[in-house]
């Protein structure tokens, strides 16, 4: 299993960014997908989630209604669309899948948010 992010940078409060995480070595269709955070000094905390059929979707608080989670299944790679970004998001984002029996992740990409 492969995981692979990109997409991060440096943004403005209030700007945007796009993630991307290609994945490889799994049956892409049928796993639920998840992008992560882990800012500095604090533990990993989950962003995102989206179901295999990609109509589902789970949202951490702190992102509901600025971040959206998408899926390209003919593509094998997820999404996360990222507005209004805030200081506090600042952090490296981390690409998530579960196969029996751990999860795997991504290398991070790192998000930095100016004010």
């Known amino acids: 299993v492969q995981l692979v992010e990109s997409g991060g940078g440096l943004v403005q409060a209030g700007g945007s960014l796009r993630l991307s995480c290609a994945a490889s070595?799994?049956?892409?269709?049928?796993?639920?997908m998840g992008w992560y955070r882990q800012a500095p000094g604090k533990e990993r905390e989950l962003v995102a989630r989206i179901y295999s059929s990609g109509g589902s979707t789970d949202y951490a608080d702190s992102v509901k209604g600025r971040f959206t989670i998408s899926r390209d299944n003919a593509k094998n790679t997820i999404y996360l669309q990222m507005n209004s970004l805030k200081p506090e998001d600042t952090a490296v984002y981390y690409c998530n899948t579960y196969v029996w029996p751990r999860d795997f992740w991504g290398q991070g990409t790192q998000v930095t948010v100016s004010s």
């Open positions: 070595g799994i049956t892409f269709g049928t796993r639920v």
